[in-house]
């Protein structure tokens, strides 16, 4: 068996999900080279009531707390060994989102706007704090979103329209960063990017774990 096995049947059992995210990475493309904060500025303008309430907490729901409940789900349920991936996914995640701020050292949104004396363009969200820091790039929810769901697409047996479901919950996540303006795109585009890697690395280390046995 050549050393590009594993690779390729993974891709191959899991092309719903690989599909909608290399699309996702196509038509990301032109937007890495727009200017950062007039993409930030155009999402802002198209802001309402209902998706201030949505965004404002539905962008939680790659923390922590939520990827203990799905642990849970996974581990009392019939998929015992894949809750194992959530944690090995998690810690993976959370190690990568720090080194990655720590070498790239990015400003984030506010800051950006400030510099540029722009900050006026923006309208805040009610009850939402805008972080004012250089941990910007990438996004950490974003690596955790795609980490999380994933790894889910890759290592439960359903791979159509639950595999597109996963994709499309982790992409609001990333979404809902700029929204709230809390990053730019090249953010959001890094992230899931690193994210889908840790799920990669993590559905692998699972299997070769379950092999091992």
Known sequence: MSKNAPVTSLLRHNSWFFAAFG???????????QDQGDILIW?????????DVFFKYYTKVSEGYAQV??????????????????????????????IAKRIFDHPRPQLFFEQHGLLQE????????????????????TLAAFALFAYLALALPWKRGFALWCFVLAALVGFSRMYLVQHFFKDVYLGAVLGVLVAVSTQWLMERMRGSR
């Open 122 to 141: 923006i309208e805040p969200i009610p009850g939402v704090h805008w972080l004012r820091n250089f941990e910007s790039f990438p996004s950490g929810h």
């Open 69 to 98: 409940l799905i642990f849970f789900l996974l581990f009392f349920g019939y998929e015992r060994r894949s809750a194992w991936g959530i944690a090995l996914g998690g810690v993976l995640a959370t190690l990568v989102a720090a």
């Open 23 to 33: 699309l996702f990475l196509l038509l990301g493309i032109p937007l890495l080279w």
């Open 43 to 51: 999402v802002n303008d198209r802001r309402t009531p209902i998706a």
